[in-house]
Protein backbone atom coordinates (compact mmCIF):
# COMPACT_ATOMS: atom_id res chain seq x y z
CA UNK A 1 0.00 0.00 0.00
CA UNK A 2 0.89 4.13 -0.54
CA UNK A 3 3.38 4.86 2.24
CA UNK A 4 5.02 8.26 2.87
CA UNK A 5 8.83 8.91 2.27
CA UNK A 6 10.31 9.05 5.47
CA UNK A 7 13.79 10.11 6.25
CA UNK A 8 16.05 8.99 7.79
CA UNK A 9 15.31 5.58 9.02
CA UNK A 10 17.52 5.46 11.86
CA UNK A 11 19.02 8.25 14.13
CA UNK A 12 21.77 7.82 16.90
CA UNK A 13 22.00 10.67 19.08
CA UNK A 14 23.70 11.83 22.46
CA UNK A 15 21.34 13.08 25.28
CA UNK A 16 20.92 16.96 25.04
CA UNK A 17 21.05 17.13 20.90
CA UNK A 18 18.54 18.37 19.08
CA UNK A 19 16.91 16.25 16.34
CA UNK A 20 15.08 16.56 12.51
CA UNK A 21 13.00 14.19 10.13
CA UNK A 22 10.93 14.67 7.73
CA UNK A 23 8.22 13.42 5.66
CA UNK A 24 7.52 13.55 1.61
CA UNK A 25 5.12 12.84 -0.47
CA UNK A 26 4.58 12.86 -4.51
CA UNK A 27 0.85 13.86 -3.86
CA UNK A 28 -1.15 16.47 -1.43
CA UNK A 29 -2.03 15.81 1.94
CA UNK A 30 -4.58 17.88 3.71
CA UNK A 31 -3.09 17.39 6.92
CA UNK A 32 -0.10 15.85 8.09
CA UNK A 33 0.67 14.17 11.92
CA UNK A 34 3.62 13.15 13.44
CA UNK A 35 3.06 9.75 15.76
CA UNK A 36 5.62 8.12 18.02
CA UNK A 37 5.43 4.64 18.87
CA UNK A 38 7.00 2.61 21.79
CA UNK A 39 7.70 -1.38 21.97
CA UNK A 40 4.55 -3.37 22.32
CA UNK A 41 2.16 0.04 22.46
CA UNK A 42 0.05 1.35 19.81
CA UNK A 43 1.05 5.08 18.06
CA UNK A 44 0.21 8.32 20.11
CA UNK A 45 -0.55 11.31 18.28
CA UNK A 46 2.01 14.04 19.27
CA UNK A 47 1.05 17.02 17.16
CA UNK A 48 -1.17 17.52 13.84
CA UNK A 49 -0.69 20.08 11.17
CA UNK A 50 -3.77 21.26 9.37
CA UNK A 51 -2.55 24.13 6.89
CA UNK A 52 -0.11 24.49 4.34
CA UNK A 53 2.94 26.59 5.82
CA UNK A 54 1.76 25.94 9.43
CA UNK A 55 4.47 25.59 12.09
CA UNK A 56 3.58 24.40 15.78
CA UNK A 57 5.47 23.25 18.86
CA UNK A 58 4.42 21.54 21.25
CA UNK A 59 6.77 21.64 24.16
CA UNK A 60 10.11 20.32 22.91
CA UNK A 61 8.80 19.36 19.75
CA UNK A 62 8.13 21.28 16.60
CA UNK A 63 6.43 20.33 13.43
CA UNK A 64 5.88 22.36 9.90
CA UNK A 65 3.15 21.74 6.84
CA UNK A 66 5.37 22.19 3.88
CA UNK A 67 3.96 25.21 1.78
CA UNK A 68 3.72 23.06 -1.34
CA UNK A 69 1.39 20.30 0.76
CA UNK A 70 3.51 17.78 -0.04
CA UNK A 71 5.92 17.54 2.95
CA UNK A 72 6.57 18.01 6.55
CA UNK A 73 9.63 17.88 9.55
CA UNK A 74 9.67 17.50 12.85
CA UNK A 75 12.30 18.49 15.55
CA UNK A 76 13.43 17.73 18.42
CA UNK A 77 15.14 19.84 20.42
CA UNK A 78 17.32 19.24 23.94
CA UNK A 79 16.30 15.20 23.68
CA UNK A 80 16.27 12.85 26.90
CA UNK A 81 16.06 9.31 27.02
CA UNK A 82 12.55 9.23 26.75
CA UNK A 83 12.91 10.36 23.55
CA UNK A 84 13.74 6.83 22.14
CA UNK A 85 10.99 5.04 20.12
CA UNK A 86 9.67 5.09 16.76
CA UNK A 87 8.43 8.22 14.63
CA UNK A 88 5.93 8.04 12.02
CA UNK A 89 4.71 10.67 9.83
CA UNK A 90 1.44 10.34 8.51
CA UNK A 91 -1.53 12.48 6.49
CA UNK A 92 -4.59 12.42 5.37
CA UNK A 93 -6.04 12.61 1.78
CA UNK A 94 -9.15 14.05 0.20
CA UNK A 95 -11.60 13.83 2.29
CA UNK A 96 -10.06 10.37 2.89
CA UNK A 97 -10.65 9.08 6.16
CA UNK A 98 -7.72 6.56 6.55
CA UNK A 99 -4.17 7.77 7.61
CA UNK A 100 -1.38 7.30 5.00
CA UNK A 101 2.02 6.46 7.63
CA UNK A 102 5.23 7.00 7.03
CA UNK A 103 7.98 3.58 7.66
CA UNK A 104 8.83 5.08 10.62
CA UNK A 105 12.47 6.46 12.77
CA UNK A 106 13.86 4.79 15.39
CA UNK A 107 15.89 7.20 17.40
CA UNK A 108 17.88 6.23 20.11
CA UNK A 109 19.25 8.52 22.76
CA UNK A 110 22.47 7.99 24.43
CA UNK A 111 22.64 8.82 28.10
CA UNK B 1 -12.78 1.75 29.35
CA UNK B 2 -9.92 4.54 30.04
CA UNK B 3 -8.74 3.67 26.32
CA UNK B 4 -8.90 1.61 23.15
CA UNK B 5 -8.68 -2.21 24.43
CA UNK B 6 -7.49 -5.33 22.12
CA UNK B 7 -7.90 -8.50 22.90
CA UNK B 8 -6.56 -11.10 22.81
CA UNK B 9 -2.93 -9.02 23.13
CA UNK B 10 -0.93 -12.20 21.46
CA UNK B 11 -2.24 -14.88 19.21
CA UNK B 12 -0.37 -18.00 17.48
CA UNK B 13 -2.57 -19.57 15.12
CA UNK B 14 -1.75 -22.25 12.19
CA UNK B 15 -2.08 -21.39 8.84
CA UNK B 16 -5.43 -22.17 7.29
CA UNK B 17 -7.33 -21.34 10.72
CA UNK B 18 -9.75 -18.82 11.62
CA UNK B 19 -9.12 -15.89 13.67
CA UNK B 20 -11.29 -13.26 15.05
CA UNK B 21 -9.73 -10.12 16.60
CA UNK B 22 -11.85 -7.80 19.15
CA UNK B 23 -11.62 -4.03 19.42
CA UNK B 24 -13.15 -1.90 22.79
CA UNK B 25 -12.85 1.14 21.65
CA UNK B 26 -12.92 4.34 23.97
CA UNK B 27 -16.37 4.60 25.06
CA UNK B 28 -18.94 7.31 22.88
CA UNK B 29 -16.62 7.51 20.05
CA UNK B 30 -18.46 6.57 16.72
CA UNK B 31 -15.83 6.14 14.44
CA UNK B 32 -13.27 3.06 14.41
CA UNK B 33 -10.47 2.03 12.57
CA UNK B 34 -8.30 -0.93 11.87
CA UNK B 35 -4.53 -1.10 10.63
CA UNK B 36 -2.28 -3.96 10.29
CA UNK B 37 1.78 -3.14 10.68
CA UNK B 38 4.23 -5.84 9.82
CA UNK B 39 7.83 -5.69 11.32
CA UNK B 40 9.80 -2.23 10.31
CA UNK B 41 7.26 -0.69 8.37
CA UNK B 42 4.04 1.60 9.13
CA UNK B 43 0.30 1.04 10.06
CA UNK B 44 -1.39 0.12 7.11
CA UNK B 45 -4.96 1.05 6.79
CA UNK B 46 -7.63 -1.72 6.34
CA UNK B 47 -11.17 -0.22 7.08
CA UNK B 48 -13.19 2.78 8.69
CA UNK B 49 -15.79 2.61 10.24
CA UNK B 50 -18.79 4.92 11.15
CA UNK B 51 -21.22 4.24 13.96
CA UNK B 52 -22.14 0.81 12.77
CA UNK B 53 -21.30 1.01 8.89
CA UNK B 54 -18.02 -0.03 7.29
CA UNK B 55 -17.73 3.69 5.66
CA UNK B 56 -14.23 2.35 4.06
CA UNK B 57 -13.00 -0.75 3.45
CA UNK B 58 -11.03 -0.18 0.68
CA UNK B 59 -7.41 -1.62 2.91
CA UNK B 60 -9.26 -4.99 3.04
CA UNK B 61 -6.13 -6.83 1.32
CA UNK B 62 -8.63 -9.98 -0.05
CA UNK B 63 -12.10 -11.52 1.05
CA UNK B 64 -10.61 -13.75 3.56
CA UNK B 65 -10.89 -10.32 6.11
CA UNK B 66 -13.78 -9.11 7.07
CA UNK B 67 -14.99 -6.70 9.89
CA UNK B 68 -17.99 -6.11 11.87
CA UNK B 69 -18.92 -3.37 14.77
CA UNK B 70 -23.13 -4.28 14.82
CA UNK B 71 -24.03 -2.21 17.91
CA UNK B 72 -21.33 0.43 17.01
CA UNK B 73 -19.14 -0.13 19.70
CA UNK B 74 -17.24 -3.12 20.01
CA UNK B 75 -15.45 -4.24 16.57
CA UNK B 76 -14.13 -7.98 15.43
CA UNK B 77 -11.97 -8.67 12.75
CA UNK B 78 -12.07 -11.70 11.20
CA UNK B 79 -9.68 -13.66 9.15
CA UNK B 80 -10.72 -16.78 7.61
CA UNK B 81 -8.03 -19.54 6.45
CA UNK B 82 -4.73 -17.54 7.59
CA UNK B 83 -1.77 -17.52 6.11
CA UNK B 84 1.75 -16.82 6.66
CA UNK B 85 1.83 -13.34 5.37
CA UNK B 86 -1.32 -12.47 7.55
CA UNK B 87 1.55 -12.27 10.60
CA UNK B 88 1.69 -8.82 11.99
CA UNK B 89 0.16 -6.71 14.80
CA UNK B 90 -3.52 -5.40 14.18
CA UNK B 91 -4.07 -2.07 15.79
CA UNK B 92 -7.79 -0.82 16.04
CA UNK B 93 -8.07 3.28 16.62
CA UNK B 94 -11.12 5.10 17.30
CA UNK B 95 -12.09 8.61 17.36
CA UNK B 96 -15.01 10.72 19.06
CA UNK B 97 -16.17 11.60 15.24
CA UNK B 98 -14.83 11.34 11.87
CA UNK B 99 -11.94 14.45 11.64
CA UNK B 100 -10.85 14.33 15.22
CA UNK B 101 -7.76 12.67 17.13
CA UNK B 102 -7.69 9.32 16.73
CA UNK B 103 -6.51 7.43 19.91
CA UNK B 104 -5.11 3.30 19.16
CA UNK B 105 -4.75 0.42 21.34
CA UNK B 106 -2.29 -1.77 21.96
CA UNK B 107 -2.89 -4.08 18.91
CA UNK B 108 -2.67 -7.58 19.18
CA UNK B 109 0.16 -9.62 17.51
CA UNK B 110 -0.91 -12.28 15.34
CA UNK B 111 1.41 -15.12 13.99
CA UNK B 112 1.07 -17.84 11.90
CA UNK B 113 2.24 -20.83 11.62
Known amino acids: GQQLNQSPQSMFIQEGEDVSMNCTSS?????WLWYKQDPGEGPVLLIA?????ELTSNGRLTAQFGITRKDSFLNISASIPSDVGIYFC???????????FGKGMKLTVNP | GAGVSQTPSNKVTEKGKYVELRCDPI?????LYWYRQSLGQGPEFLIY????????DSGLPNDRFFAVRPEGSVSTLKIQRTERGDSAVYLC???????????FGQGTRLTVV
Open chain 2, 93 to 103: ASSLDRDTEAF
Open chain 1, 27 to 31: SIFNT
Open chain 1, 49 to 53: LYKAG
Open chain 1, 90 to 100: AGHQGGSEKLV
Open chain 2, 27 to 31: SGHTA
Open chain 2, 49 to 56: FQGTGAAD
